[in-house]
């Protein structure tokens, strides 16, 4: 049984190792998307290549296209700039589209504001919001026209709601509106966009498209944060979808009615939020370079992102968020947003978890100390289940001698053997004079995995540690240690933990058993801080618990051999022979 326990906190930590890849699967970088113009069309493919090799799209030039006389637009392209309390945000007239969307409470590795769109696109991927409709001829004009704005700006907005509208019109009859209503409800990160298109009187249907997103296109942080990359993520029909990049290839677009639909990553998103409509989404994954000098400093060469864009049969009225994975900044814009984080399958025991470390550092003030009480407090409240889960392994360690020689007594026979079985009544008869449950030892210790998977996969989505110090040396309990102390603190805390624990297991297997220490210290070495702080605390708080309960129960006995009469029952069994050898020659001598 003992072997089984052991093979249950290995599996155990492997699953836990690999969380990550299982419940969040790292997606292939998809080939480049192939080059689209100013419409949005693809550009025409060589028939009859099998596989048609991507192309340089930063070395894409789109076709010049021939403007109609502006009735109603802006004599240039120029910069209106929206600034808030949350966001720095820069619109362009040509395509009243978004240039830049700057968070100012969130930070770069360079500690500038982070901007969500992503830099450097090449001409032929539409910025934000780029106007497009049911006619390629009409997208094309409208994705480069200079829209007249309603003000040059710059628009200081700080939490009141505001709005920046554009329009244009042109000779052929073409009349395109779009308006940008920041903050509505005073909601953070939102905004409302209205937008219309005409040709000679007749509304078309309006197509939004937000482009390549969001951020940066790949992962600052340790290796453990690689396998977030920007994903698609809509919710429809009650149901969270989550399609891989292979799968968009494949059934880039999906209609009805969604509660949200959008891209994000690991800690950022934008989305549409349709609520009770039906819209038709399109997404599709895309590969760009890295810009210089990016590429040099990160050894970064590549960035993967996915473009989407929604499309109404008419006039559009829609909410956007382009803003950070917060919980409650989530929760306040709907109910159901909050799902666009991916807490995995234990996302009923993560939630409250998140809910505690918040306001835990509401009193505390630094999320470092946070994990650290939230462990404490975990661990306390697991203590009963812990200190079952150890007695029940001291007496299973106890009694094995007298279970090794049981199983050398039937260890020639057969499996198939009918006498084989008399061994399992006698471990079971064994079992029952001593007290011992071979289930206690494991079971109490399966039911605290879901805390640890849970803990996990809070510390690895968690915005909030994201660019939160601890102290000293740790800046960030989102990237990794800089100096690998806290890891190399967690392996030898590990191994002490691994030393104390009760053992049955042969000296070759207990050799083996030593190693997953400096296994799992060289796998958290790149994991971030927090996650480390968390291991690193829970190991000192089981050792400390595996000491109390070594003081509260005695220290584990040393049998010489492997027959019962050498190990003579437990310490308590042991103490009461020898009383009554002693009162034995009294007896007598009455």
Not at 21 to 47: F, K, R
Not at 61 to 77: K, Q
Not at 269 to 296: C, K, N
Not at 515 to 544: D, E, K, Q, R
Request: one cysteine or more; glycine letters at 8%.
């Amino acid at each position: 049984m003992e072997k089984r326990v052991f093979l249950a906190i290995v599996l155990s930590f492997g699953i836990l190792a690999v969380y990550q890849n299982y419940i969040v699967p790292p997606q292939v970088a998809p080939p480049a998307a192939a080059p689209t113009g100013p419409a949005g069309a693809p550009a025409a493919l060589t028939q009859g290549a099998a596989t048609p090799a991507a192309p340089e799209v930063a070395a894409i030039t789109p076709a010049p296209i021939e403007m109609p006389a502006t009735l109603v637009g802006d004599t240039e392209a120029r910069d209106i700039i929206v600034n808030t309390d949350t966001v720095y945000a820069v619109f362009s007239t040509e395509g009243a589209t978004i240039k830049s969307w700057r968070l100012k409470k969130y930070f770069d590795t360079n500690g500038e504001p982070l901007d969500l769109i992503p830099p450097q696109l090449p001409a032929n991927y539409p910025h934000p919001f780029t106007l497009a409709t049911d006619q390629d001829a009409v997208s094309a004009v409208l994705s480069v026209a200079k829209f007249k704005p309603s003000s040059l700006g710059p628009l200081s907005l700080g939490a009141a709601p505001g709005t920046l509208s554009f329009e244009y019109q042109d000779e052929t009859g073409l009349t395109a509106r779009k308006s940008f209503h920041f903050q509505p409800d005073g909601m953070p990160y939102m905004m409302t966009v209205d937008a219309s298109v005409d040709v000679q009187g007749v509304a078309r249907p309006v197509t939004l498209k937000f482009g390549p997103a969001v951020g940066i296109g790949y992962s600052t942080g340790g290796r453990m944060t690689a396998a977030y990359p920007s994903a698609a993520v809509f919710h429809k029909d009650g149901s969270v979808e989550r399609p891989s990049a292979s799968s968009l290839l494949e059934q880039p677009a999906y209609e009805g009615v969604m509660r949200f639909a959008g891209v994000g990553d690991q800690y950022f998103l934008s989305a549409a939020i349709p609520g009770t409509r039906s819209v038709r989404m399109e997404f599709q994954p895309v590969t760009l370079p890295t810009p210089e000098p990016d590429a040099t400093e990160t050894g970064v060469t590549e960035r993967s992102f996915v473009s989407y864009s929604v499309s109404t049969p008419g006039a559009m009225n829609m909410p956007f968020f382009v803003g950070p994975k917060d919980f409650d900044v989530l929760k306040a814009v709907d109910t159901q947003l909050v799902r666009a984080i991916d807490f995995g399958i234990f996302a009923w025991l993560v939630v409250p978890l998140l809910q505690s470390l918040k306001w835990i550092n509401t009193y505390v003030g630094n999320f470092g100390w946070s994990i650290v009480l939230l462990t404490i407090i975990l661990n306390a409240i697991m203590f009963p289940l812990r200190h079952r889960s150890m007695v029940s392994m001291r007496k299973m360690q106890e009694i094995q001698p007298e279970v090794k020689a049981i199983q050398k007594r039937y260890e020639k026979l057969k499996i198939t053997d009918p006498d084989r079985q008399k061994m399992n009544t006698e471990m079971m008869a064994l079992y029952k004079q001593r007290g011992v449950n071979p289930a206690s030892g494991c079971v109490p210790m399966l039911l605290t995995m879901p805390v640890l998977f849970a803990f996990y996969a809070m510390l690895s989505v968690a915005i909030e540690l994201r660019g939160a110090p601890f102290f000293g040396w740790i800046t960030d309990l989102s990237q990794m240690d800089p100096l690998y102390i806290t890891p190399v603190l967690m392996g030898v805390t590990m191994f002490v933990q691994q030393k104390m624990t009760p053992s049955t297991a042969d000296p070759a297997q207990q050799k083996i058993f030593m190693f997953m220490p400096l296994i799992f210290m060289v796998m958290f070495l790149w994991a971030p801080a927090g996650l480390v702080i968390y291991w690193l605390m829970s190991n000192i708080m089981t050792v400390g618990q595996q000491f109390m309960t070594n003081r509260m129960i005695g220290s584990p006995s040393k049998p010489g051999s492997t027959g019962p009469e050498a190990l003579g029952g437990t310490s308590a069994e042991r103490r009461a022979k020898q009383a009554g050898r002693a009162a034995t020659p009294k007896a007598q001598g009455k």
